[in-house]
């Protein structure tokens, strides 16, 4: 299948319509029947806005950063990270009425990420997403549903909203079994105390029935899990972490690197970004030590 067919194929229907009018269309021996088929399969394309289907799909590429010259080739051609962001397109075209999405911003870059981010928000229709960026989920989101404690809860906002408002509530909660524990202590002191005593036994009982009325909240453990990857060096680096000098690399004819310098410092969080996939992955194979430049030098600190 092609690029674009692989897209319109998200709206089932008319991409059927398609096939169907193509093969008739391409009969030797169009009888009536065929005519008339084909009358009913032009009325329902033309209801379903048919017409405009491709030029729909290229948008939805376009704005998901697969370029034009792209959309007729076939899908086995197309990398990885292009196959992606084609069936992407392809959940997104025919404006469905639920939108279920799973991660949908892995294997983008911030363009097509602020072009999905846009598409979202403007979108008629009802979108449930499951992501791990909480930028794209405060965005994006309208309502959070916050799935712990093997329950369901959902809060009428962001994912911002959602985590101050989860915390201030089990901020809350803690806060009222406290009021109640202490409360506990003072009716168990004073029952102890008078229980024995004639004058106070009234009060002491009345103090049993209060007691027995107090329940504490069941303030379960959270099962999320917060997973994380901890670096430790056998000794600090120093301040020159990388310098590099003038790097320029050429390949298959094209100039993928042209003079590049930069320094990292010890310090530094540098984020590399840029729509040239093969510049990017050419430079750090050249500071692995995997590809030679063609000009130009690097230099990583002694630590």
């Not at 051609?77 to 991660?103: C, R």
């Not at 101050?164 to 009716?187: D, V, W, Y």
């Not at 107090?214 to 310098?243: A, C, H, M, Q």
């Amino acid at each position: 299948y092609t690029v674009i067919d692989t897209v319109i194929m998200g709206n089932k229907r008319l991409y059927d319509i398609m096939k169907e009018k193509d093969a008739i269309y391409m009969k030797e021996d169009f009888s009536d029947e065929d005519g008339i088929r084909a009358s009913e399969l032009e009325a329902e394309f033309a209801e379903m806005d048919g017409w405009n289907a491709e030029s729909d799909a290229a948008t939805l590429l376009n704005g998901l950063g697969i370029e034009p010259e792209l959309h007729y080739e076939i899908m086995s051609n197309l990398n990885g990270d292009q196959k992606v962001k084609v069936l992407l397109a392809k959940a997104l075209f025919g404006n469905p009425d639920i939108l279920l999405l799973d991660e949908p911003t892995n294997h983008l870059d911030l363009d097509a990420i602020a072009w999905l981010e846009e598409f979202l928000i403007n979108y008629d229709n009802t979108v449930i997403v499951v992501s791990h960026d909480r930028y794209f989920l405060n965005k994006v989101c309208t309502n959070t549903a916050d799935i712990d404690y093997g329950k369901i809860q959902l809060y009428a906002g962001n994912y911002d909203f959602w985590y101050e408002s989860s915390q201030l509530i089990m901020k809350q909660r803690k806060e009222a079994n406290k009021k109640k524990e202490e409360q506990i202590k003072e009716l168990q002191e004073f029952i102890s105390r008078f229980s024995a005593n004639a004058s106070k036994s009234k009060q002491a009982t009345s103090r049993k029935r209060a007691l027995e009325k107090i329940e504490l909240d069941d303030i379960k453990p959270s099962s999320r899990k917060y997973p994380y990857i901890d670096f430790r060096p056998e000794r600090e680096i120093g301040n020159e972490v990388l310098t590099v000098e003038g790097l320029s690399k050429t390949i298959d004819g094209v100039k993928v690197l042209d003079n590049v310098s930069f320094t990292v410092g010890h310090d530094d969080k540098i984020g590399f970004v840029g729509a040239n996939e093969i510049a990017k992955t050419t430079l750090f194979q050249i500071l692995a030590g995997e590809m030679e430049p063609d000009a130009g030098s690097y230099k990583w600190g002694v630590t």
